[in-house]
């Protein structure tokens, strides 16, 4: 699991087992210090355009660290949904439920129940404030 990190993140809420995090916006090298420090950080990526804006120093610093950098598109916004629950959107609806049952039974809006099922992208989720990719 990745943890979406900023020049404005809070590090004290990542945890200390993370070990994929994701820029994604250009950071500052004593953010990237502070993260090495508390966790043990195998791969970092990030959008074509941060790598653009990144710095020379940052990027230095997690070579040393023998850190992997990877360039990745990940567009739009994270859904706000628990997965929990799209695990039961998604379960209700392969076993030839209608939208309107799964609004009753889950609570959900209909629109929102067939967003999920056809064409959410499901890999980036927010859990509270944190977006987290999956």
Request: aromatic share 6%.
């Amino acid at each position: 699991m990745k943890f979406s990190v900023n020049s404005s993140s809070n590090i004290s809420s990542i945890p200390a087992d993370a070990g994929e995090i994701h820029f994604s916006r250009p950071v500052k090298k004593s953010i990237v210090e502070k993260l090495l420090k508390k966790c043990r950080i195998k791969k970092v990526s990030f959008s074509s355009s941060t790598a653009k804006r990144i710095s020379s120093k940052v990027k230095k610093l997690l070579q040393e660290k023998k850190v992997e950098l990877i360039e990745e598109k990940n567009s739009g916004r994270p859904l706000s949904t628990d997965p929990k629950k799209i695990s039961e959107i998604v379960e209700l609806h392969r076993d030839f439920r209608p939208y309107r049952e799964i609004e009753k039974t889950l609570g959900i809006p209909k629109s929102t129940a067939h967003y999920l099922i056809k064409y959410a992208d499901r890999n980036k989720v927010k859990q509270g404030k944190q977006v987290v990719y999956l």
